[in-house]
């Protein structure tokens, strides 16, 4: 019997996997699939520890952060690439953990060129955010935007400086200058809580008088890349030699389309660009390299983590007020009955995020949760191309009904965007990238009939109940888009190829 993949890869030699929404879509598992029966080589182009990638094979669950979701096949070669912000604290956490579940890790490869996270930009991060009151972003406190912010400054350290001491010691200081002026104002005290973290080395990084110890991160960092110098090669030679050979490479996304600092609701958006263009830069090839994008969406809901504009929110701001400032355990406490059925849209978001166990895989924050939005799809897909795969529709078994947003009307003020005003009652079919458009956009939404069978262990497209097949034509009509891929529940099985 043929593969089923085969029908989706054929020939091809490069694919990407990118999410055409806020993230958590389940890029994790595509890319574990793939990789178990079809990449030699994973790479990660972009972001970092603030990726939470979960992958479950039967009774094996493991989150990956930056490591690449092709490490659970240890045949396949996993690269850190050059786009990555690297930190090592947290990569050498992993490691540990995927040695305690006996995975076996040979074939990691780092980037010598993969941008180093530092304890300042942990600071930086931490202390931006707790002083930025309503200007929050919403971070996952990970030093993401800082370490970014000093590659762009000419000012940052990569991974292979932490095999050279002198040069290490060096850059950093030259690093500290600024950031050490900007903490100067800052009350110490503070500064040595944030810090007694235990991502910061639980204060061992932290002086009184000069705010960061050099020695201290100094001496560790060298440390940390005693640890990892067997896996630091020129990752960039290496793709590009693999990609002449003719070899099957799979770049992997982090993060969303709709997180990208070019694409994204700005300035409600990570450090790095997640599109299929950030992603190849940062794996070290050319967009035009990439054969397949299979952008991944999750329907026939979405979610979000952090601050920004979402348009189709159940319960609007009250749940991203509820999502900020609450845990899992809270929820579970308030709302042990939350239903779809509600009238409450709040309770519906809640049953949501229960049904679809909706909560940070790196932060643990409960996502918040709203409508699939064909306007931001449409979106994303302009740069991300048609070929969509879509994810947990399995979620939404036993739901009666199923909103959709197939538009936006404008309700705001005259706004002058793009070189014409917007005036209320204006219709998008497109989103706009502009949070102060997207703010005022009220959806309209189409209803489909929901299904009342279980859809888990459905094997074939033809098998699966009329509904969702009627659902899956209207997302593709809607919006041009190829549902190449379903993805009806968590295991590499339950996967169907169209
Ligand atoms: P940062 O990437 O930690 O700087 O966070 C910037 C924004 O991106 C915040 O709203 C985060 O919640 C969001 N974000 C970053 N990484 C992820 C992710 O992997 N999934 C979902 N949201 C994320």
């Known amino acids: 019997m043929s593969n089923p993949l085969d029908k989706l890869v054929g020939?091809?030699?490069?694919i990407a996997v990118v999410c055409n929404q806020w993230g958590d879509t389940g890029k994790g598992k595509m890319v574990d699939w793939l990789a178990s029966d079809w990449a030699e080589f994973v790479v990660r182009g972009t972001g970092g520890g603030n990726a939470g990638h979960t992958m479950r094979v039967g009774d094996l669950v493991h989150i990956g952060h930056t490591v690449p979701c092709g490490i659970l096949n240890p045949d396949v070669y996993n690269l850190i690439g050059r786009g990555v912000v690297f930190d090592p604290r947290g990569v050498l956490e992993e490691l540990l953990e995927l040695e305690g579940k006996g995975i076996d890790y040979k074939k990691l490869r780092i980037a010598h060129n993969a941008k180093l996270i530092l304890p300042q930009h942990l600071v930086m991060d931490r202390a931006k955010e707790a002083s930025a009151g309503k200007d929050k972003i919403g971070t996952t406190g990970r030093g993401i935007g800082p370490a970014y912010t000093d590659h762009y400054a000419r000012i940052g350290l990569t991974v292979n400086d932490m095999l050279n001491p002198d040069i290490f010691r060096q850059k950093l200081k030259r690093n500290l200058r600024d950031k050490k002026t900007l903490l100067e104002k800052v009350d110490r005290e503070a500064l040595r809580t944030i810090m007694q973290h235990e991502h910061l080395g639980r204060g061992i990084f932290f002086d009184w008088r000069n705010i960061f110890d050099e020695d201290a991160i100094t001496e560790r960092y060298v440390q940390y890349g005693e640890r990892i110098r067997e896996?630091?090669?020129?990752?960039?030679?290496?793709?590009?030699?693999?990609?002449?050979?003719?070899?099957?490479?799979?770049?992997?996304?982090a993060q969303g389309h709709l997180l990208s600092i070019d694409y994204g609701s700005y300035p409600f958006v990570t450090s790095s660009d997640p599109s299929v263009e950030g992603l190849a830069k940062g794996a070290g090839l050319h967009e035009k390299d990439v054969e397949l994008v299979l952008g991944v969406v999750k329907a026939p809901y979405?979610?979000?983590?952090?601050?920004?504009?979402?348009?189709?929110?159940?319960?609007?701001?009250e749940s991203a007020r509820w999502c900020a400032s609450h845990t899992k355990e809270d929820e579970e406490m308030?709302?042990?009955?939350?239903?779809?059925?509600?009238?409450?849209?709040?309770?519906?978001?809640?049953?949501?995020r229960f049904r679809g166990a909706e909560y940070g895989a790196t932060t643990k924050r409960p996502r918040r949760t709203g409508c699939?939005?064909?306007?931001?799809?449409?979106y994303a897909?302009?740069?991300?191309?048609?070929?969509?795969?879509?994810?947990?529709?399995?979620?939404?078994?036993?739901v009666p009904a199923i909103k959709i947003c197939k538009s936006y009307t404008y309700n705001g003020p005259d706004y002058f965007f793009a070189g014409k005003t917007l005036r209320r009652g204006n219709i998008l079919d497109v989103a706009p990238n502009d949070?102060?458009?997207m703010e005022h956009c009220t959806p309209n939404y189409q209803v489909l009939e929901g299904w009342d069978e279980e859809t888990q262990d459905i094997k074939s497209y033809g098998d699966l109940p009329k509904q969702v097949r009627k659902l899956v034509d209207f997302i593709e009509k809607e919006t041009g888009a190829k549902a190449r891929v379903l993805s009806m529940g968590p295991e590499r099985s339950q996967t169907i190829v169209r």
């Open 302 to 317: 979405m979610t979000r983590v952090g601050e920004g504009p979402f348009p189709t929110e159940l319960g609007g701001k």
């Open 372 to 378: 699939l939005d064909l306007p931001l799809l449409r």
């Open 231 to 253: 896996f630091i090669i020129d990752a960039d030679a290496l793709v590009r030699n693999v990609l002449c050979q003719g070899r099957r490479i799979l770049l992997e996304g």
């Open 435 to 437: 949070v102060h458009v």
């Open 334 to 352: 308030e709302y042990p009955d939350a239903s779809g059925d509600s009238g409450n849209e709040f309770e519906q978001g809640v049953a949501v």
């Open 11 to 14: 020939e091809k030699k490069v």
């Open 381 to 398: 897909m302009q740069t991300n191309g048609p070929d969509v795969a879509l994810t947990k529709l399995q979620v939404f078994d036993g």
